[in-house]
């Protein structure tokens, strides 16, 4: 049956995702076929997806890096406990042809071919946001955000928020909630292409790295490129992998590793973002990425490990960026925003399931 929030109809998937010897697959990434809606799973695979009764008629895509991507239909009912495995995608030695240019002319071509590929003028991002933080390998804190984001080519990009819900566990975690304002929402503008730019990603920085070409993979029968980087002096961005569209350049992965930064009170350790990008016609687009680091309190000689995923749900292209009632200003204090940690609080939005995990410790938090 059809549920219905903030008026739109919509049916709810849910189930989980695993290879072969049924192992959890996390970050794997559902789609509804002929749109830009998805999501990713959790670390134990778990996946809720909300389809609109407009597009229920579509197939769910399924796909991860080095599986082949699977189907499965959607239907206009609910379902619960599906069960998706993926296989692994078997690289035959006849399909790898590594074209005859030099591994620095690949990354300058996607360098030339940034502005011609990525969409910038008039994008419309609905995401979904999720930041961990763990201390002793329990969760100290809990902040989790739907929000509109409005990226064009020459304005600063536009934030609305619609929801937000967030839980201290420990003193420390609620501390730090306390004190915290919303720039990790600001900070996920990071994930969109084009707006900062990889050193590595730069014309006229490339001479600061070497470039090497690992191999080739292919991605839902699309060739790429898989090179590594390697800073040749310390630089800021110290490493990093982009995988390279071989027929239009376009890049799907970006993983960069940034060196360790130490102020006199705090140090910022093991920073890793990994973006993954969405090829749509012939335009890219963000899909959804993740940022682990660690966050040293010196004094304290405390290390909180935090991780970031940052999904876009939905993506549209709108020439205007449309606000609604329920969306508050990104200005306000994150303490202005409450809600249970009930999955029915995101209503029609999509969302990554929480881990068992992080469930136990919230019920055993309101128990104290």
């Known amino acids: 049956m059809a549920q219905i929030t903030n008026g739109q109809s919509y049916i709810q998937l849910s189930g989980v995702v695993t290879d072969k010897n049924h192992s959890p697959i996390q970050n794997a990434h559902i789609s509804v076929q002929g ?8 670390f134990q695979g778990q996946f809720v997806l909300k389809v609109s009764m407009t597009t229920c008629e579509s197939n769910l895509l399924i796909s991860h890096v080095g599986y082949q991507t699977a189907n499965f239909p959607a239907g206009c009912e609910n379902q619960h406990d599906i069960k998706v495995v993926l296989i692994d995608r078997v690289i035959h030695l006849d399909e790898v042809r590594i074209k005859a240019l030099s591994v620095e002319h690949i990354v300058l071509n996607a360098i030339t071919n940034l502005k ?9 991002y609905t ?20 929000f509109n984001l409005y990226h064009d080519a020459d304005t600063k990009p536009q934030f609305y928020i619609i929801k937000v819900r967030s839980k201290g566990f420990t003193k420390l975690g609620s501390q730090r909630l306390k004190e915290d304002r919303l720039i990790d929402i600001h900070a996920t503008e990071s994930h969109i292409m084009l707006r900062y730019v990889p050193v590595f990603l730069k014309k006229n ?20 490129y898989v090179i590594s ?34 102020w006199k009170d705090e140090s910022k350790l093991n920073t890793v973002y990994k973006s993954y990008y969405l090829q749509d016609r012939n335009k890219w687009y963000f899909k959804y990425g993740v940022k682990d680091y660690a ?30 009632d329920e969306m508050g200003l990104m200005t306000q204090m994150l303490k202005d ?32």
């Open 35 to 42: 749109t830009k809606i998805g999501t990713i799973t959790n």
């Open 116 to 124: 011609k590929n990525y969409q910038l003028d008039s994008v419309q």
């Open 127 to 146: 995401i979904f946001s999720r930041i961990t933080e763990m201390a002793d390998s329990s969760p100290i804190l809990l902040k989790e955000f739907v």
């Open 205 to 224: 920085k490339m001479k600061r790295y070497i470039y090497e070409l690992i191999e080739e993979r292919f991605i839902e029968n699309e060739p790429y």
């Open 229 to 262: 980087v390697t800073s040749q002096k310390k630089n800021y961005m110290d490493k990093g992998e982009i995988w390279i569209n071989k027929e239009n350049y376009g890049i799907f992965y970006l993983e960069e590793h940034y060196i360790d930064e130490h």
């Open 295 to 324: 966050w040293k309190l010196n004094e304290e000689n405390i290390l909180i490990e935090i991780e970031r995923i940052t999904v876009a749900t939905d993506i549209t292209q709108s020439r205007t960026f449309e606000k609604s």
């Open 337 to 368: 925003f409450t809600g249970n940690f009930n999955d029915d609080f995101w209503g029609s939005y999509n969302y990554v399931p929480l881990p068992d995990w992080i469930r136990e410790e919230i019920t055993d938090s309101n128990s104290r």
